[in-house]
């Protein structure tokens, strides 16, 4: 089956400790996006990638960092400076760079600080 | 930051009612698309309107979009309570810019 895989689904985090979220996808697509989501609200973008080895910061990147090295993969790095981390964190793959096509996302995770 | 901006923010209604949601954004795009989000879960696409376009239907999907007054419109007929979820538009425009997604309207379908 082709899809997008995020992993874990449930995360928790130390105050002051980074922690990397998984996002894998086999759909062969060329771009990647990692969104935020808060209670009750939209997406926010935290970075994109339209190419291996490429990526731009998108609205909220402060506090957040990602690789690029293979195609089919796009982690995501939460460091200790992003100040208020808890939130619901999606990715999402599409065959273009862009929004010109429809993104598939994964099924999220959901990190927690205590 | 969120172009799109969806209205009513939530939205009750019976089995077997029409749900319409509005969506309204501020710049020239390319295409309109709207997404589905149960909760806790990841979003999943339901249609893409282009902007040369002024309605689509999938099933029980029909939208519209008014490029003269920015906005869309999502009508769900004969709801169902599996279609309780909240609903989103995002917006594509020129470039390689990533999607701008809205807050979303929270449906709930009471059978």
């Known amino acids: 089956d082709g899809g997008i895989t995020q992993s874990p689904k449930y995360l928790f985090r130390k105050e002051g400790q980074n922690v990397t979220l998984s996002c894998e996808q086999n759909?062969?697509?060329?771009?990647m996006y990692w969104y935020r989501q808060d209670p009750g609200q939209g997406l926010r973008l935290i970075y994109y990638?339209?190419?291996?080895?490429?990526?731009q910061k998108g609205d909220i990147a402060e506090g957040y960092s990602v690789s690029r090295e293979k195609k089919e993969s796009f982690p995501l790095t939460v460091t200790s400076a992003q100040k208020n981390p808890t939130a619901f964190y999606l990715c999402?793959?599409?065959?273009?760079?862009?929004?010109?096509?429809?993104?598939?996302f994964g099924q999220g995770t959901r990190l927690t600080v205590v | 930051s969120q172009q799109g901006e969806e209205d009513p923010q939530a939205l009750s209604i019976q089995e077997g009612e029409n749900a319409t949601m509005n969506c309204s954004y501020k710049?020239?795009?390319?295409?309109l698309q709207w997404y589905r989000q149960n909760s806790g879960r990841g979003l999943v696409h339901l249609i893409l309107?282009?902007?040369?376009?002024r309605e689509k239907h999938s099933g029980r999907l029909r939208v519209t979009l008014d490029t003269s007054k920015k906005s869309s419109s999502l009508l769900i007929t004969a709801s169902r309570a599996a279609d309780t979820a909240s609903y989103f538009c995002a917006t594509g425009r020129s470039g390689n810019t990533p999607l701008v997604f809205g807050k979303g309207t929270r449906l709930s379908v009471i059978a």
């Open positions: 999402a793959s599409s065959i273009g760079a862009g929004g010109n096509t429809e993104a598939f």
């Open positions: 759909l062969n697509h060329d771009a």
């Open positions: 990638s339209q190419i291996v080895n490429d990526f």
């Open positions: 710049t020239s795009i390319n295409n």
């Open positions: 309107i282009r902007s040369n376009e």
